[in-house]
Each structure stands twice: as C-alpha cells, then as structure tokens.
C-alpha cells in the first residue's frame, strides 16, 4: 500500500508565478490535510478537505490561497502570485473516514517551495 | 485555542544514554496529544498518541510519554537511545472535534545522538 504521494517534492517559483502543489491520499483514505512548515517553526494547520468539500479552511491565508480535493484525482494546494514569503515546506496528511476523530494522520514527504 | 511549547529547540545526548523531550501544552478544553517524528527530508510519522485512559503510553521505537493533566504536559522519554533516533521530534494537540484532527504542533525538538 503505497503511502501519501505529494509531488513536486521541490518547487522553484518566481515572485508572481502560480504553484501547484499535488497530494494523492493513501489507498481508501477520503480526509486529506495540508500543513505549512516555515524555516525553524512546526507545522500550521491550513485546510482539511474531504472528497469534493472543504470542511475547515481556517489556516488558510485569506488571498492567493486556495485547495480542493475532486471526486477523481489529487488534492490540490494552489498558491496565486507568489511572494517570497510563501517559502516553505508544504506537507499533505491523511486519514480514513471516522466519526470520533480520534485516527492516525499519514503524512506525505512533503513539497519544499521556493520564491525567487 | 490551544498552543504547544516545546522549549529544547535541540537536544545533544550520548548513545545508550537516555532522553527526555519535554512538552507542554495549552487549551481550554481537552484535547488529543500527539508526538511526530521527523527524519530529515521526510514527512512526520506518528510515534505515540494520548486520546484518554492511562496516562503513560507507549509508542513504537521503544518511545513512551506521560500525560500529566495538572502540569499540563506531555514529555517524551526513552531509556536508552540509538543513533537511529538522531531526528526532529513533533510535540502536537488536537481538540476532539468529532470526526477530523485540527493539530496544532510545537516547533520541534532536535535529537542528536552522539556516538
């Protein structure tokens, strides 16, 4: 069973450009997490989606950020018009279906960004 | 809201020596507890988690940690550590929200583990 995919795991952009930043859940997992690491600090919790619905998106940046999860394919963590302070280590995590709450999240290896 | 405070941002310790990395936490209402493990370029992988019962709980890689309600933390321990173990070690909350993780970490602790 392959495990969290995230891809690229390094992204170089210039100020302005957009980042795409791609995460595949583990096999039968429908709740996916992103997480931001900036240089020296834990990570931020940003968005928790399940298939087709953003549940919570209050770690989110208000501007330029945005994330789904469709029906069919990879969650997508999209940045507009990046800023150097947008650098960071951008991690996915996720976790099957569960009423309590109370499962294990599986992270990704992580998409390493870079504004220039 | 609640917070997470790992105050050793690094930790240097003798092979077979052991180790305690110290965590506490804030919150207003009970939450999970987690401790991460992080090797370099890698995602975080979960050592050991509290949801609630007994207070000392072990975790893989002969890891275990003790919940103290009163003191409001959640230290790390192992008796005898391996270079293996040299990494970044995640301190994290989440309240009970019913049905996902709202995780809030701290900003980690660096093992390194001397020969």
């Not at chain 1, 429908?30 to 020296?40: C, D, F, G």
């Not at chain 1, 960071?88 to 870079?114: M, N």
């Amino acid at each position: 069973n392959a495990g969290v995919m995230q891809n690229p795991r390094h992204l170089v952009r210039r100020r302005g450009q957009e980042a795409r930043l791609r995460c595949s859940p583990m096999k039968g997992h429908s709740h996916v997490y992103w997480y931001r690491q900036l240089p020296e600090e834990g990570l931020k919790f940003m968005v928790y989606l399940q298939k087709e619905n953003i549940i919570d998106e209050s770690g989110m940046p208000k501007e330029r950020f945005s994330a789904e999860f469709p029906k069919e394919g990879p969650s997508i963590l999209r940045i507009q018009q990046v800023v150097r302070g947008d650098s960071a280590a951008y991690f996915c995590a996720s976790s099957p279906a569960g009423s309590r709450g109370d499962y294990e999240q599986y992270f990704g290896p992580g998409t390493r960004l870079t504004v220039t | 809201a609640q917070s997470v405070t790992q105050l050793d941002s690094q930790v240097p310790v003798f092979e077979e020596a052991p180790v305690e990395l110290r965590c506490n936490y804030s919150s207003s209402v009970s939450v999970y507890l987690f401790w991460y493990v992080q090797y370099p370029n890698q995602g975080l992988q979960l050592l050991l988690k509290y949801l609630s019962g007994s207070t000392l709980v072990k975790g893989i890689n002969g890891f275990e940690a003790e919940f103290n309600k009163s003191q409001t933390s959640f230290h790390l321990r192992k008796p005898s550590v391996h270079i293996s173990d040299t990494a970044e070690y995640f301190c994290a909350v989440s309240p009970p929200l019913g049905g996902y993780q709202k995780v809030t970490f701290g900003t980690g602790t660096k093992l390194q583990v001397i020969p």
